[in-house]
């Protein structure tokens, strides 16, 4: 699986006389291949959220293209666009995104449950209250997911009970339930102390070993230890590190 930007950039409009427009992102290329953990670091405000959100193909580029296999995203219709985000693309946001109404382990199941079962293999065709082996299969995996960011025992809780580094390791779990072949992580470790930072960045790297493209955006100056490649992001400019 490749994820290929090229020649992208972001420029916003600002409100004022005349032409007033800042880059966020200057031009330039990335690839996210199976199999490599790519992390792209620097100051806040320099552009690297800018540059996650639109490989996300959430945030369309001003100039240049970006390509899942060849296939441009920004070619695809919103609904074409939302589909291949949700099975193919984990996005762990920045910030607390857990929905109040839903316990931990129902925010992790979220994904699976945003499509018809035509689009998700889950399947109604059952009595209530009883779970298919489709559905029994993704809450096994949820629960795995959870074990393995260490909040499995919040299962049943609240977002609004939760800390926020365990918030962060839902969003964590709940990029992952669907299998992706593509993960981008904008800086998932923070509000973590060193221990979970290190648990989030290995379960990254196994990721990556597993032959998912990965594409971390962080401040944690440890992650490099963990990275096949290495960018910095400085005032839109994105250059290689050599490591």
Request: hydrophobic share 40%.
């Amino acid at each position: 699986m490749e994820l290929k930007a090229t020649k992208i950039s972001r420029q916003y409009r600002r409100q004022g006389k005349g032409t007033n427009i800042f880059t966020a992102v200057q031009e330039t290329d990335l690839l996210l291949s199976s199999g490599k953990l790519v992390e792209i670091e620097g100051r806040s405000g320099s552009g690297k959220s800018t540059i996650l959100n639109m490989m996300a193909g959430i945030l369309a580029p001003t100039t240049g293209k970006i390509e899942l296999d060849g296939q441009d995203l920004y070619a695809m219709s919103d609904k074409e666009l939302s589909l291949l985000r949700n099975h193919r693309i984990g996005m762990i946001p920045q910030g607390q995104t857990g929905l109040r109404a839903l316990t931990v382990l129902e925010n992790v199941l979220l994904p699976a449950m945003l499509y018809p079962q035509e689009e998700t293999g889950v399947h109604k065709d059952k009595k209530e209250g009883q779970k298919t082996s489709g559905e029994n299969d993704l809450t096994a995996r949820a629960l795995s997911l959870l074990e393995q960011v260490g909040i499995a025992h919040l299962k049943d809780a609240g977002p609004d009970e939760l800390s926020g580094g365990e918030l962060r390791r839902l969003a964590i779990a709940r990029a992952l339930i669907m299998n992706p072949g593509i993960i981008l992580a904008d800086e998932p470790t923070a509000d973590l102390d060193d221990e979970n930072t290190r648990a989030v960045l290995s379960l990254l790297r196994k990721c990556a070993d597993e032959g998912r493209a990965v594409l971390l955006v962080t401040h944690e100056r440890d992650a490099a230890d963990y990275a096949d490649q290495i960018f910095r992001m400085d005032k839109g400019v994105l250059s290689p590190v050599t490591v």
